[in-house]
């Protein structure tokens, strides 16, 4: 195998070409082989292959800095920076992140997972070595979905007057994680078309030195191009036309479904996992298409990554114009929806836990100071052992804290459609839902709330000594609680549904004064800032005990779930020794 000749960048620069479309032809085996077995980001990876050869053959990597957007296509690059072994040894195909990741590799400069951050990540380091008088070059690598970023635009324009040495490489294989949105991809069509001599450029309207590569996927075209401008004294765009998922031809023809895949996909001969049954996915889709046919100002808001909600190519194109994917762009999306409600449309703007942080300023300005009646659907809200990158547990602090919010966490499918209902009707509030994640709890027993009565929460068992407030997707955790208390402790607990997230039933817990002792809050996110210690800071004066459960102030990667509950005592037993020792001092 040529692979075993590369060990490092350096190696790779001693290969002729002919080795180096060899060497390609390996990593993609190996890419393909691993990702099949553990998950994960299949289609960029492959896409990129030919161009992080080249880009490491021509570069003199970590002197020159190449920096990732994204860094969901860094497995290429991994393999040839010295961590081929997490790719040629199935026991060690865990032992790396699959983003870049500093602490691995002095080829890693930052530790990144959201889209859109590599030029102004670039500009700032490019800036820096200027400063010091330092030479070598910095390049930032970046995918034409994530141009449609408010801080990739940001980013082109402060990098082309940079005056110095910036090179930027636009990887352009016409897709998003779904298809691009954006008129900024008609002028990318228009270059490709034109091989790049359009008089109508994007790139150089701000200033860029430009040059266009139709073969991304040749390593030596792609070496020819970056010769040219290693060590360019001017801020410089390579523009580079690629295949998403070049050279499997599953992922070639299904490239949305491939973006990111399930282990074992290639196996099943499945293009994408399928979820069978009623889901939240499915519940939420049907209220959807309901609503639309009942009020056609009604629309589905998305930022660039449908699939994360089930709504896939063939329910987009039956909500048609009722539809809008603004691409990877959640400040814009956020704006975009307080505006259609303003304007007396009926906005469901669906977005990922983990990509709140993304818009925060425009929730709080744009959205909440104006009171804008939208709903907002929150997913995969939790504690998980996901990658640091797309940790989902911080969205209860950050959206709760925000006037005129109205945050809900629903336990069951009743609850969760009674609070669509009121969120979609209502013209009082931004009213974002948590939406459940997992198995549906169903009560089978339709749920009349007036949310419009806000903060009022729900005792579902009146009890004594101990009450327990456990919120959305702990609800059950509460349930089992409430049981061990009561095999343990001999103590029949109250048991509590708060379901509103962003305020507290002060008449209730004023009234738990009369006959409790302690009040156990149960949270799946994180406690600083969170819903518990709203129930803290109300009994803060009082003689009640408060026990907040959730998870630490902590970025954690790829934290077994399990060993996260150990961590955090989230578990029935290890609340009810704490109960113990609590009581006991």
Known sequence: MILDKVNNPYDLKKLSIEEMNALADEMRELIIKKVNTTGGHMAPNLGILEATIALHYVFNSPVDKIIFDVSHQCYPHKILTGRKEGFTNPDLYLKYTGYTAPEESEHDLFKVGHTSTSVSLATGVAKARDLKGEKGNVIALIGDGSLSGGEALEGLDNASVLGGNIIIVVNDNDMSIAENHGGIYDNLRLLRETNGLAENNFFKALGFKYSYVENGNNIADLITAFKTVKDAACPTIVHIHTEKGHGLTQAVENKEAFHWIMPGTLDNKEIAPRISGECYESITKDFILNKVKENPATCVVNAGTPGVFGFDKNYRELLGKNYTDVGIAEEHAAAYSSGLAKNGAKPIFAVMSSF???????????????????????????????????????????????????????????????????????????????????????????????????????????????????????????????????????????????????????????????????????????????????????????????????SKKEFTDRTPIEELYQRYHLTPELIVNDLRVYASK
């Open 356 to 550: 709140i942080q993304r818009t925060y300023d425009q929730m709080s300005q744009d959205l909440c100071l104006n009171n804008s009646p939208i709903t907002m659907l929150v997913y995969w809200g939790g504690i998980s052992g996901a990658d640091a990158t797309h940790l989902c547990s911080f969205d209860i602090p950050l959206i709760s804290n925000i006037p005129n919010m109205v945050y809900l966490a629903p336990t069951s499918k009743e609850e969760y459609l009674a609070m669509l209902e009121y969120a979609h009707s209502q013209n009082e509030h931004p009213v974002a839902i948590r939406v459940p994640m997992g198995t549906v709890n169903s009560t089978g027993i339709k749920d009349t709330t007036d949310y419009s009565q806000l903060n009022k929460f729900k005792v579902e068992y009146k009890g004594e000594k101990i009450a327990i407030i456990a919120l959305g997707g702990f609800f059950e955790l509460g349930k089992q609680v409430k049981e061990e208390i009561k095999s343990k402790l001999g103590i029949d607990a109250t048991l509590i549904n708060p379901r509103f997230i962003t305020g507290i039933d002060k008449e209730l817990l004023e009234n738990l004064k009369k006959d409790h002792e302690t009040v156990i809050t149960l949270e799946d996110g994180m406690l600083n800032g969170g819903f518990g210690e709203k129930i803290t800071r109300f009994y803060g004066n009082s003689d009640m005990k408060v026990l907040n459960y959730g």
